[in-house]
């Protein structure tokens, strides 16, 4: 069974109850954020493997923020900078 849930909400203790039902009779569970197969008694335990948990969307943002742009503010707008190039 395949499940897309929404980054939109904070989901997790319903999508953990809800591996926790899917889990019951066996097999694993995958998410977006590690490509480790999860198993009901590690995601019910907490367990982190590579510092990540079960559906950790949280830490794995943190990990995976783009730095801020800064933007230079001495610079000319590029389409005055296009019209001194010609």
């Given at each position: 069974?395949?499940?897309?849930?929404?980054?939109?909400?904070?989901?997790?203790?319903?999508?953990?109850?809800?591996?926790?039902?899917l889990l019951r009779e066996g097999g694993v569970a995958f998410d977006d954020y590690s490509e480790h197969a999860w198993t009901?008694?590690?995601?019910?335990?907490?367990?982190?493997?590579?510092?990540?948990?079960?559906?950790?969307?949280?830490?794995?943002?943190?990990?995976?923020?783009?730095?801020?742009?800064?933007?230079?503010?001495?610079?000319?707008?590029?389409?005055?900078?296009?019209?001194?190039?010609?």
């Amino acid at each position: 069974m395949l499940m897309d849930i929404s980054g939109r909400i904070d989901g997790t203790a319903e999508v953990r109850h809800l591996a926790g039902v899917l889990l019951r009779e066996g097999g694993v569970a995958f998410d977006d954020y590690s490509e480790h197969a999860w198993t009901l008694g590690e995601i019910e335990s907490g367990t982190a493997i590579e510092g990540l948990r079960f559906f950790d969307f949280r830490r794995y943002n943190e990990r995976h923020r783009q730095p801020h742009i800064v933007r230079d503010t001495q610079r000319k707008p590029t389409s005055q900078v296009k019209r001194l190039a010609r």
